[in-house]
T-cell receptor, first 114, second 116 residues
Framework: NAGVTQTPKFQVLKTGQSMTLQCAQDMNHEYMSWYRQDPGMGLRLIHYSVGAGITDQGEVPNGYNVSRSTTEDFPLRLLSAAPSQTSVYFC?????????????FGEGSWLTVV | GQQVMQIPQYQHVQEGEDFTTYCNSSTTLSNIQWYKQRPGGHPVFLIQLVKSGEVKKQKRLTFQFGEAKKNSSLHITATQTTDVGTYFCARYFNLNYGGATNKLIFGTGTLLAVQP
C-alpha cells in the first residue's frame, strides 16, 4: 500500500518556468489537498478537492492551478515560477467521513526557484 | 481570521522534562486535530478532539480540548529524544458539500528540541 505518492521529491526551476507536481493516492480517498510549508509559517492550504471534477481555493492559491480528473490523481501546476514559490509542498488525502477525517500526507516535494 | 495560533514557537527541554504546547482560536472550533512532523519528514496525524472538555491520552501524550472549544493543548510527560519535531494543531472548516469537509487549516506549530 503506497499511500500518498508525490513526485518529484526535489526540483530546481528557473524564474518563469512552469512545472507540475504530481500527487497520487491508492486509498480511494475522495478528498485531496495541496499545502506549502515555509519556515515559521506552518502549513498553508493552496488548493483542495472533495472529489473528481471538484476543486476549490485554499489560503494561498495565487500562482497555482489544480485539476481533479480522477479520484487517484491531484496534480499541482506552477504556471510561471517565482522565487517566492520556493517551498516544500505536501499533498494530502483523506476519506469523506463527515465526522472528521484523518489526513495522510505524502513525503513532500522540495522546490527551489532561482 | 481562520488560523489558529500556537505557543510557544520553540521549546528546548532536557530529556525527562515535561513539555506543553497550546493552540488558541478567537472563534469556537468544531474540532481540533494534532499532528507531529519529524525534521525533514511529513506531518503525521496524532489525534482528533471533538467534545468540549475532552481529554485523550496516548502513552506519555495528553491532549485536551477547552470547555469553550476555543483552545487545546498537548502535554508530553518525561520527554524523550524521539519526541523531537514540530507539533501542529489544525482546525476543520465546514464546507457546503453536503456537510463534508476537507479544508484543514494548520496552526503555526511548536518546534520541540530535546537535549539528551
Amino acid at each position: 500500500n503506497a499511500g500518498v505518492t508525490q513526485t518529484p521529491k526535489f526540483q530546481v526551476l528557473k524564474t518563469g518556468q512552469s512545472m507540475t507536481l504530481q500527487c497520487a493516492q491508492d486509498m480511494n480517498h475522495e478528498y485531496m489537498s495541496w499545502y506549502r510549508q515555509d519556515p515559521g509559517m506552518g502549513l498553508r492550504l493552496i488548493h483542495y478537492s472533495v472529489g473528481a471534477g471538484i476543486t476549490d481555493q485554499g489560503e494561498v492559491p495565487n500562482g497555482y492551478n489544480v485539476s481533479r480528473s480522477t479520484t487517484e490523481d491531484f496534480p499541482l501546476r506552477l504556471l510561471s515560477a517565482a522565487p517566492s514559490q520556493t517551498s516544500v509542498y505536501f499533498c494530502a488525502s483523506s476519506s469523506n467521513r463527515i465526522s472528521g477525517n484523518t489526513i495522510y500526507f505524502g513525503e513532500g516535494s522540495w522546490l527551489t526557484v532561482v | 481570521g481562520q488560523q489558529v495560533m500556537q505557543i510557544p514557537q520553540y521549546q528546548h527541554v532536557q530529556e525527562g522534562e515535561d513539555f506543553t504546547t497550546y493552540c488558541n482560536s478567537s472563534t469556537t472550533l468544531s474540532n481540533i486535530q494534532w499532528y507531529k512532523q519529524r525534521p525533514g519528514g511529513h506531518p503525521v496525524f496524532l489525534i482528533q478532539l471533538v467534545k468540549s472538555g475532552e481529554v485523550k491520552k496516548q502513552k506519555r501524550l495528553t491532549f485536551q480540548f477547552g470547555e469553550a472549544k476555543k483552545n487545546s493543548s498537548l502535554h508530553i510527560t518525561a520527554t524523550q529524544t524521539t519526541d523531537v519535531g514540530t507539533y501542529f494543531c489544525a482546525r476543520y472548516f465546514n464546507l457546503n458539500y453536503g456537510g463534508a469537509t476537507n479544508k484543514l487549516i494548520f496552526g503555526t506549530g511548536t518546534l520541540l528540541a530535546v537535549q539528551p
